[in-house]
């Protein structure tokens, strides 16, 4: 049984007035909810519904349930704009845009310190790399000229065929399979990065589900339970 006083307050006296371990009242389900797995939301200048995902924007705020099912249901009962009494844009954009930031804030670091260092250590990593890709260009451009031997005729090729023509038939083998299966994996993870860009941009606004209803980028792309990361 919740409270009546939780149920009349659906909002809060602004940011950081929330306590850890608190709970809160969900917009979307009715529900009393430890604040950790919640999202809480404001009403932008312009009247949109804004996640405040750090729990800092100024205003008072309301609260759903951190999960795909709870934000839509949200939106579809029109609960941002009871909850604020007021008119709020909050549409099914709000769904894909909240998982957005969340994911980006899962992804991103916590903050300019951290960004710089894996910005210098992503150099570092880079330089190593590319030096090792000289040394080896170096030594076999010495190799062929101190041996007299031919260069292919494309000389991209001259690592590969290197491999192939002077190593013994196991290594060469097993080094050949690595550089096909390195290929490989740049190849998968470029298509898999366009794929989900082709399908938010494109696919979405062709397909419908049946019932006119449109299907949302979040579904096409979406393979979880829907619950989003803390």
């Known amino acids: 049984m919740i409270p009546a006083a939780t149920q009349?307050?659906?909002?809060?006296?602004?940011?950081?007035?929330v306590a850890p371990g608190?709970?809160?009242?969900?917009?979307?389900t009715g529900v009393v909810t430890p604040v950790d797995v919640m999202i809480r939301f404001v009403v932008g200048p312009d009247g949109n519904a804004v996640p405040d995902l750090k729990r800092k924007l100024p205003g008072r705020g309301l609260w759903v349930t951190a999960t795909r099912e709870a934000l839509k249901l949200a939106v579809s009962r029109k609960a941002f704009a009871r909850g604020f009494k007021r008119q709020v844009?909050?549409?099914p954009e709000l769904v894909d845009g909240t998982e957005q930031l969340l994911v980006q804030r899962l992804?991103?670091?916590?903050?300019e310190r951290q960004s710089?260092?894996?910005?210098?250590?992503s150099w570092v990593v880079i330089f190593i790399q590319f030096t090792l890709f000289l040394i080896v260009g170096v030594c076999l451009f010495t190799l062929y000229k101190d041996n007299g031997w031919t260069p292919p005729a494309v000389t991209d090729s001259i690592y590969p065929r290197f491999i192939w023509d002077q190593l013994p038939p196991g290594l060469s083998g097993l080094i050949i399979a690595a550089i096909l299966a390195a290929a490989m994996s740049n190849l998968s993870a470029a298509l898999n990065s366009l794929t989900p860009s082709n399908l938010r941009s494109d696919a979405a606004s062709a397909l419908s589900t049946g019932k006119g209803t449109p299907i949302t980028p979040v579904e096409l792309t979406n393979t979880s339970d829907g619950r989003h990361p803390k």
Do not use: Y
């Open 8 to 17: 009349n307050e659906e909002l809060d006296a602004g940011p950081r007035k």
């Open 116 to 121: 710089r260092a894996a910005l210098l250590s």
């Open 107 to 111: 992804l991103a670091a916590k903050n």
């Open 89 to 91: 844009t909050a549409g």
């Open 22 to 28: 608190a709970e809160r009242f969900c917009a979307a």
